[in-house]
């Protein structure tokens, strides 16, 4: 009967695919049947490959390429079976003992070297039979000398070899598998490191790289083995040291950024939109080249998030000094416009996307300490906020992002260093500690400050503050109450991301009094040599710890110098005579042109104004929103622009007999703009057949999603539609290029100021809640 059974089967096996002969043996075969049918189909291979020693034919190659397909399905058969009563695998597998035995891979190996143009098509055949045996008999097999040994032989085949994308497909699969299996068994490590001319390399790593970056699906696989390696480099101290000591990793990532952004346009088409500032998901999908950029960056940013901190350290040097100063910085300093403007978006974006401690680390010393030609990087960049049009909106979008990122080295440089002597202040209030209101007046003469053109008798102010008097229950249109909250959280958030800071800025005589601090507290990478007259950030990431969960603000947390704020000497603080520092400075000169200010231009001002608000610091707090500090004749105030304004949108309007219909077609408008915002990403949505929106991983340090009822003044009229969540209120669809002239129409003077008295009542409203909830918060904290 057996006999019958097994001639049964033979036939069948030599007739079938694989898969399909994968759930017919389950019903029809015993274990003892599918081994000696094993056998036989050995047996048979073995044959062919004894009579054709030398360059086999094609009959002689598909013969035995038939015959390992057969062999690897019994295999599987027999694996699952004996994984089902749950015992050692290499101890009751009768298959893989007569492959051990007869030594079957290594005799398939050798004879595949010679099989001349054939060659391929064998090692095909191994790779699948390797995946196979690794992913269902664990780690078990790898300490056998007849599996590891020509498997290994088979990988160290593959290291020059050009195959076709279905052998790399099977390459990187076993590559991936046996990253992953090291991870769960890291005594089998030092099994996959061969050495050669007294050098020591890990097969494993080696033959992953070439694939780094690749855009295709075998690329994506690759990089998931890498990063396998890389957590292994943390496991095992010979990983990190080959990698470091002997791979080209960190060249190649780097020269790799460097290639990938050659090849991003120059120019940006989609900046035609009057509010474009920045790069959003959908820009990423669309525009050339940028998604596989963007990948990069991803890649290198999470390899600096698992990986031994000598690699972090390697691909942190590699990163500042083989992509930013050589490729970024000239590429932000062209002298093209249009160009500059794609420069400073992908540079933006990338401050977005690189999120762990030490790659961010080597950006913003590249962005504050970086001189190209006499001209510090930073300055230039700030410079730029005074242009007009797209630059001037993706500059304020770049320093946005920088404000964001709650760094107490970008503060320092930006605001801190230039408020700290208390310079902006008249000599009478320099030694005094910024005094907390209690009552909180500043609130009331914020409000004061909204144009009055905007009261109108329907739904006065002064009633009703809290109510919603510009539209229908879904806008965020004059919810005040929505404006506290969020200022409470936003100030809350900043408040624990900057409890880990070196200093408090209270505005007393503090750093003074740290002048005399030692160079003990000062390190910085040795390759990065001496900082370019900015103290503060050379600082050290210690080697020694796993820095890669801290958060973002945290880079200098207890690393910073104190005596970084003044190179004058602390009696001149005294008699100086000072200014809110060039960055203040612009953004408040650019408030001051409110009205000649394109409408989008303004929201984005406002926007930075009321984020740099949110710090609690008292320097700057005060500065911005206590009306009571005496500023020095050439420091400007913020609470003297907004009432120049006020004055200026009221005058205007006050000549115009319609007046209140301007007032009434602003506040319609931009309800409804939003709306129509909103509308348009459920069409983007709909037309791609998905109503979930794509995850947006560029968006770090503010919400994915934004609440309807928790607005801030910039995102209420300044989304785009790629910034809209996709569950909400629809309107009925309209045409793309209708639905563009009524987001983005052409507003005569009237129509313009109108607009931007509304956007300054707005705007008032979210301040006085910043000013309101700060002291709020402050109070909370002496309570403690």
């Known amino acids: 009967m057996r006999s019958i059974a097994m001639d049964k089967l033979r036939s069948y096996i030599l007739n079938k695919q694989p898969r399909a002969l994968m759930s017919s043996t389950e019903e029809e075969c015993d274990p003892q049947a599918c081994y000696d049918s094993f056998k036989e189909h050995w047996h048979q291979a073995l044959k062919i490959i004894n009579r054709t020693r030398q360059l086999p034919k094609h009959d002689d190659v598909l013969g035995v390429v038939n015959h390992l397909e057969q062999m690897v399905t019994l295999l599987l058969y027999d694996v699952k079976k004996i994984d089902q009563l749950r015992v050692p695998i290499s101890s009751s597998s009768q298959c893989l003992e007569h492959m051990m035995n007869e030594n079957i891979l290594d005799k398939l190996f050798e004879w595949g070297v010679r099989a001349g143009k054939y060659k391929n098509a064998v090692s095909c055949e191994q790779l699948k039979l390797y995946e196979v045996l690794i992913s269902r008999s664990r780690h078990v097999l790898l300490v056998h000398e007849p599996f590891l040994r020509p498997m290994l032989k088979l990988l160290t085949s593959c290291k020059d070899d050009l195959f076709s994308k279905e052998i790399e497909k099977l390459l990187v699969d076993l590559l991936n598998q046996l990253c992953a299996l090291l991870m769960q068994n890291t005594d089998l490590i030092d099994l996959f490191f061969q050495t050669s001319d007294n050098k020591s390399r890990f097969i494993i790593f080696l033959l992953l790289i070439p694939f780094v970056h690749r855009e295709d699906s075998i690329g994506m696989r690759a990089r998931d083995g890498l990063l396998l390696c890389m957590s292994l480099s943390k496991k095992n101290k010979n990983v990190a040291t080959y990698i470091v000591e002997h791979s080209n990793f960190a060249v190649l990532a780097a020269t790799g950024l460097n290639g990938l952004y050659s090849l991003l346009p120059n120019v940006l088409d989609d900046t035609s939109v ?216 936003k100030i809350g958030s900043c408040q624990s991301a900057c409890s880990s800071w070196n200093n408090t800025y209270t505005g007393c005589d503090e750093i003074v009094q740290d002048l005399t601090t030692t160079e003990e507290n000062c390190n910085s990478f040795s390759s990065f040599g001496e900082s370019s007259g900015y103290e503060s950030l050379k600082l050290k990431v210690e080697d020694s710890n796993d820095d890669s969960t801290v958060p973002i603000w945290q880079i200098s947390s207890n690393r910073i110098r104190k005596n970084n704020f003044s190179p004058v000497d602390s009696g001149d603080h005294l008699n100086s005579s000072g200014s809110a520092g060039p960055f203040l400075t612009i953004i408040l000169e650019k408030l001051k042109k409110f009205l000649s200010n394109s409408f989008y231009t303004n929201l984005h001002v406002t926007g930075l104004i009321s984020r740099l608000a949110v710090y609690p610091q008292p320097l700057l707090r005060t500065y911005l929103l206590d009306d009571s500090l005496v500023l020095q004749p050439n420091v400007p105030s913020l609470f003297q622009i907004i009432g120049s304004l006020k004055q200026n949108v009221d005058e205007y309007m006050s000549r115009r007999s319609d007046g209140a219909s301007l007032v009434k077609f602003a506040k319609d408008f931009l309800v409804d703009r939003e709306t129509r915002l909103i509308n348009a990403r459920r069409n983007t949505l709909e037309k791609s057949n998905s109503f979930n929106a794509e995850p947006e991983p560029f968006q770090r340090n503010e919400p994915k999603r934004r609440s309807l009822n928790l607005p801030s003044i910039s995102s209420m009229f300044g989304r785009r539609p790629s910034q809209i969540a996709e569950n909400s209120v629809a309107m009925m669809p309209t045409s793309e290029e209708y639905s563009c002239n009524l987001l983005y129409p052409k507003f005569n003077e009237p129509q313009h100021v109108a607009l931007c008295a509304v956007l300054l009542d707005e705007w008032v409203k979210e301040l006085a809640a910043l000013a309101q909830e700060h002291t709020i918060a402050q109070l909370a904290a002496l309570f403690k």
């Open 274 to 489: 009057p509010d474009w500032r920045r790069l959003t998901p959908d820009d990423v999908n669309d525009i050339k080249g940028l998604s596989t950029f963007v990948t990069s960056l991803e890649f290198s940013n999470a390899v600096a998030q698992v990986a031994h901190p000598t690699i972090r350290k390697q691909l942190q040097e590699f990163l500042f000094g083989g992509f930013l100063v050589p490729v970024l910085g000239p590429a932000l300093l062209q002298t093209n416009v249009n160009e500059q403007v794609a420069a400073t978006a992908y540079l933006e974006l990338i401050l977005r996307t690189l999120t762990q401690p030490g790659l961010l680390y080597a950006l913003l010393k590249f962005l504050i300490n970086m001189d190209y030609d006499g001209h510090r990087l930073l300055e230039i960049l700030i410079q730029r906020i005074n242009s007009d049009g797209e630059l001037c909106l993706v500059s304020l979008s770049l320093f946005e992002t920088m404000v964001n990122l709650n760094c107490e080295d970008i503060m320092l440089e930006l605001v801190f260093q230039h408020l700290q002597p208390c310079l902006h202040l008249m000599l009478s209030q320099r030694r005094m500690l910024l005094p907390l209101d209690p009552h909180c007046q500043s609130f009331e003469k914020l409000l004061n400050l909204a144009p009055t053109c905007c009261d109108l008798p329907s739904s006065p102010r002064s009633d009703n503050i809290h109510w919603n008097h510009y539209g229908g229950q879904q806008s965020l249109c004059g919810k005040y109450h929505a404006y506290l909250y969020d200022a409470r959280t």
